[in-house]
């Protein structure tokens, strides 16, 4: 499990959520030498982990039972060595400003909560240690170990943790933890039902996602949570595994890490990853912000930014088609003279694709911010003062490249923080 990155799925690394129904079978010989807790179920898991995947066990993994007190240490051990209160801070802040978190929620103590709600075990890449809750129902421990033995596996052949150097690319965290618990959840199913989910599971992949979904509806604290939280748990194992799924097919036999996945775009849409020119994000790089001091920087990324338009909009359709332009993406949290504002800088594939995805800005402000239509103006740049806040929306082209700025700041705030003219972009 990894707790370090600025979004709230880095926390959930590890989390079970899968049906009891997709237990793997109990079924075939003990063919590892792996002494430990639960010595017949690992023992019978491997070999098939090992066939699904074509990855063999370099060493045995190691298995220890935790108490869920013990659980709970070792998330607010995670949150407090590799997500800093300042940075916590930060991310909490600029979801707010993005209207996807609540004024009210502490999100810190509302994390350590519901992942000691949902956590039955998780592979720990700091002490190869593969940790079972102790007392859980033995369907849902049965689960749990099959799953993190895919993690176990896997760190064995590209480091888990590698992730924790990608501080202030919370998109790209997205991926790399989506292709490994899509895989995991993937592998262990298929084991289940013989093959190919989408074949031969009644209901197809259809069916899948909605096994994980209703499972976790189930709990009380997920169920109670804002959407961006409940969504951002649940994306790694469903479109991780879809994701999955899609490499399988298209190259049969071969690993998903050489390389990772390097954004949730190439997650929602495989064949970007697939390719043989593999469409990877532009890397942009912000001017500090103008009569402002920066507080926090990070990226949304294309799942996120759907979430957000469809946060505001309720339209799944538009916020999906809206966001399926996304090049890049980068946002600063800054603290103005009278209070904090929020600068976001994207890049898209086209000018039509900008123009769209500035329309559906144009609407997420006037239903967000209780203005009537076409009342920020025309032209290249719209603005809006409302609910005590000063708006703008600005598209622009910086090196030949399509961008749409949103600003919202304290009213009377100096104008415009952000110079596009001065960020740079890099091409992968």
Known sequence: MRCQNSNFRSAARGLSIVGAVLLVSACGSDTTGY?????SEVRRAIPKIEEATGLRFKTPPKLELRTRDEVREFLELQFNEQLTPLELAGTQQAYRRFGMLPDTLDLRAFLLDLLTEQVAGYYD???KVLYV???GASDITGITINHELVHALQDQYTPL?????LKG???RQVAMQSVMEGQAVYEQMSIMVGGDLGMRLPGGWDRVRDIIRSEQASMPLFANAPVLIQETLLFPYI????FIRQFKMARPGAVPYSPVAASTEQILHPEKYLDSVPDLPTRITLPPPRGATLIHEDNLGEFETRLMLHEHLRDAAVASRAAAGWDGDRYQLVSTPRGEGLAWFTVWDSAVEA??????MERVVERRFGVRAGTGGTGETRAWTARGRALTLAAAVVDGRAVVVFEDLPAGASARVMDPSR???REP
């Open 423 to 425: 960020a740079t972009l």
């Open 133 to 135: 809750v102790s007392g």
């Open 239 to 242: 479109a991780g595994a879809e």
């Open 125 to 127: 890449p700091a002490t």
């Open 355 to 360: 123009a769209e995805f500035r329309d559906a």
């Open 169 to 171: 690319d919370n998109d």
């Open 161 to 165: 943790d590698s992730a924790r150097s």
């Open 35 to 39: 002494t430990g807790p639960f010595q």
